[in-house]
């Protein structure tokens, strides 16, 4: 667990971020757990790091979206994104954290050219959230 520790730890936190939030596996909650419990950084640095991570990774999906043709977006949970997206509009993508579903809002965030700017504010604000209740929690700060 060495590559996980001292200088390199924010950079392995940010790296899972980023992943998990791809349409690639990443495990960036286990990670966060792990450098609340085993490293001296504090709560705020911490979800700062996986917060940018997780929403570039976000981000990420939103840009793949804007070039994926209209026909080709046919999938079982793009259609479900894309129906909650054009039912709620921006305020779906504070879900873009849940497993399963939140990859598939932001590429259809991206395919219905959503503007940038609220897709950028709304992805960090729910993952931000998310990051943040699991350190209080984990901390023994909340519940």
Request: hydrophobic residues 50%; glycine residues 10%; contains cysteine.
């Given at each position: 667990?060495?590559?996980i520790?001292?200088?390199?730890?924010l950079?392995?936190?940010?790296?899972t971020?980023?992943?998990?939030?791809?349409?690639?596996?990443?495990?960036?909650?286990?990670?966060?757990?792990?450098?609340?419990?085993?490293?001296?950084?504090?709560?705020?640095?911490?979800?700062?790091?996986?917060?940018?991570?997780?929403?570039?990774?976000?981000?990420?999906?939103?840009?793949?979206?804007?070039?994926?043709?209209?026909?080709?977006?046919?999938?079982?949970?793009?259609?479900?994104?894309?129906s909650?997206?054009q039912?709620y509009?921006?305020?779906?993508?504070?879900?873009?954290?849940?497993?399963?579903?939140g990859?598939?809002?932001?590429?259809?965030?991206?395919?219905?050219?959503l503007?940038?700017?609220?897709?950028w504010?709304?992805?960090?604000?729910?993952?931000?959230?998310?990051?943040?209740?699991l350190?209080?929690?984990t901390?023994?700060l909340?519940?």
């Amino acid at each position: 667990m060495d590559w996980i520790s001292g200088d390199s730890a924010l950079w392995v936190l940010f790296s899972t971020g980023f992943l998990s939030a791809t349409l690639l596996p990443g495990g960036s909650e286990a990670n966060l757990i792990y450098l609340l419990k085993q490293s001296d950084y504090g709560i705020a640095i911490l979800v700062i790091v996986a917060t940018l991570g997780n929403t570039l990774g976000g981000m990420t999906n939103y840009w793949i979206g804007r070039f994926i043709p209209a026909r080709t977006l046919n999938q079982k949970h793009g259609q479900r994104a894309i129906s909650w997206l054009q039912r709620y509009g921006y305020w779906t993508l504070l879900l873009s954290w849940l497993p399963i579903i939140g990859d598939p809002l932001c590429l259809a965030a991206g395919w219905l050219r959503l503007k940038k700017r609220w897709c950028w504010i709304l992805i960090a604000i729910g993952k931000a959230l998310r990051y943040l209740i699991l350190a209080l929690v984990t901390r023994g700060l909340l519940f």
